[in-house]
T-cell receptor, first 114, second 113 residues
Framework: SQTIHQWPATLVQPVGSPLSLECTVE??????LYWYRQAAGRGLQLLFY??????ISSEVPQNLSASRPQDRQFILSSKKLLLSDSGFYLC?????????????FGSGTRLTVV | GENVEQHPSTLSVQEGDSAVIKCTYS??????FPWYKQELGKRPQLIID?????GEKKDQRIAVTLNKTAKHFSLHITETQPEDSAVYFC????????????FGSGTKLNVKP
């Protein structure tokens, strides 16, 4: 069966420090991968999505970036964190085009920038 | 892009009553509409979905209806139980692009025992 791993679960980082969040998927090949952010009490904002290795689409211009170095690995990064980057970050995967089965989300990373 | 609006933002019902959450979308080409349930501090989980060629779908106490003409869809929970308390999100695909969903802002459902 397919599983999605996301870490770390919680993170407290100072303003200006770098960020690296990792997400991996097991049990499937060529998944679509996504990074979402959920601000406190708010909805889910799509940040990046990827349909294949090295293919990244950015939804919102900001100081975050994403990379997909391997088929089942998706990384969210920042060179310098801002206070506004605080939030709950969720990685998700789905089957390829035409699957239509919705997303499966990772357990999330709660990031607090101080 | 797609704009999904969700109402109400909070909903409080008595155990055993029904709950209805409504969403509207702007892109008439959207053709897939999932609903997610997020318990406090946990990941959202898919609870039910509907495609544009279907008007209604039911799974035990949960049902979703879709009105393509009016561009709105709703989640119906009957015989609510305390464990139904959570935040519920609707979403709409960007046309037939299942790589992109736009989410509503969420509804916090509180079921009072």
């Amino acid at each position: 069966s397919q599983t999605i791993h996301q870490w770390p679960a919680t993170l407290v980082q100072p303003v200006g420090s770098p960020l690296s969040l990792e997400c991996t998927v097991e049990g499937t090949s060529n998944p679509n991968l996504y990074w979402y952010r959920q601000a406190a009490g708010r909805g889910l904002q799509l940040l990046f999505y990827s349909v294949g290795i090295g293919q990244i689409s950015s939804e919102v211009p900001q100081n975050l970036s994403a990379s997909r170095p391997q088929d089942r690995q998706f990384i969210l990064s920042s060179k310098k964190l801002l206070l506004s980057d605080s939030g709950f970050y969720l990685c998700a995967w789905s089957v390829g085009q035409g699957g239509g089965y919705g997303y499966t989300f990772g357990s999330g990373t709660r990031l607090t920038v101080v | 892009g797609e704009n999904v609006e969700q109402h109400p933002s909070t909903l409080s019902v008595q155990e055993g009553d029904s709950a209805v959450i409504k969403c509207t979308y702007s892109d008439s080409a959207s053709n897939y509409f999932p609903w997610y349930k997020q318990e406090l501090g946990k990941r959202p989980q898919l609870i039910i979905d509907i495609r544009s060629n279907v008007g209604e779908k039911k799974d035990q106490r949960i049902a979703v209806t879709l009105n393509k003409t009016a561009k709105h869809f709703s989640l119906h929970i009957t015989e609510t139980q305390p464990e139904d308390s959570a935040v519920y999100f609707c979403a709409a695909s960007e046309g037939d692009n299942f790589n992109k969903f736009y989410f509503g802002s969420g509804t916090k459902l509180n079921v009072k025992p």
